[in-house]
T-cell receptor
Framework: GAVVSQHPSWVICKSGTSVKIECRSL??????MFWYRQFPKQSLMLMAT?????????EQGVEKDKFLINHASLTLSTLTVTSAHPEDSSFYIC???????????????FGDGTRLSIL | GESVGLHLPTLSVQEGDNSIINCAYS??????FIWYKQESGKGPQFIID?????DKRQGQRVTVLLNKTVKHLSLQIAATQPGDSAVYFC????????????FGKGTMLLVSP
């Protein structure tokens, strides 16, 4: 149980294009999903908290106009990297927590990440 | 032995040994702690968790110890196997786990056959 699917797993695109990444909770519902960024040999850095039916909460230093988040249903959140540039190249990972069926003290479950390379 | 690389501390052990991975957390108000395993090119995988009202919890081949006095968390892996080779992260959260997770720096575990 508690499977999170992320798509695509890998994308290469030209500078200036926009890239959309999907995060789905497959066997549970999540009012809240999370988006992280990870550089090689470093820890995960939280970018934003995605809230179903409302605006995302962004961490300090993360540009909300650059990283658009939509959480339109209880099983899907999307992250769109707009006008991507080489410095946006990174490993993006989403997570979700079963916030409907289960009470507190539930771990976040992670997708397998999206490797984004901007040329 | 244990060594500190440019970014990631590394623990090297032999197959069959017991491994201990340590983590110092930062927030004394944290009440929920989780260990994750991350293999190369994949997302973190849940291993075990512990609430702040406990000091020890055991799973299959893994044990987590929590020392709130010194804000220290450890993960013990019994009879370490080559498949345990990965990066291990501790994470902390507040408000019964409803708050966001703060991840530690991570430790790379290398298991030699």
């Amino acid at each position: 149980g508690a499977v999170v699917s992320q798509h695509p797993s890998w994308v290469i695109c030209k500078s200036g294009t926009s890239v959309k990444i999907e995060c789905r909770s497959l066997d549970f519902q999540a009012t809240t999903m999370f988006w992280y960024r990870q550089f090689p040999k470093q820890s995960l850095m939280l970018m934003a908290t995605s809230n179903e039916g409302s605006k995302a909460t962004y961490e300090q230093g993360v540009e909300k106009d650059k990283f658009l988040i939509n959480h339109a249903s209880l099983t899907l959140s999307t992250l769109t990297v707009t006008s991507a540039h080489p410095e946006d190249s990174s490993f993006y990972i989403c997570s979700a927590r079963d916030s409907i069926r289960a009470p507190g003290f539930q771990p976040q479950h992670f997708g397998d990440g999206t490797r984004l390379s901007i040329l | 032995g244990e060594s500190v690389g440019l970014h990631l501390p590394t623990l090297s052990v032999q197959e069959g040994d017991n491994s201990i991975i340590n983590c110092a957390y930062s927030n004394s108000a944290s009440d929920y702690f989780i260990w994750y395993k991350q293999e190369s090119g994949k997302g973190p995988q849940f291993i075990i968790d512990i609430r702040s009202n406990m000091d020890k919890r055991q799973g299959q081949r893994v044990t987590v110890l929590l020392n709130k006095t010194v804000k220290h968390l450890s993960l013990q892996i019994a009879a370490t196997q080559p498949g345990d080779s990965a990066v291990y992260f501790c994470a902390e959260s507040m408000n019964s786990g409803y708050s966001t997770l703060t991840f530690g720096k991570g430790t790379m575990l290398l298991v030699s056959p």
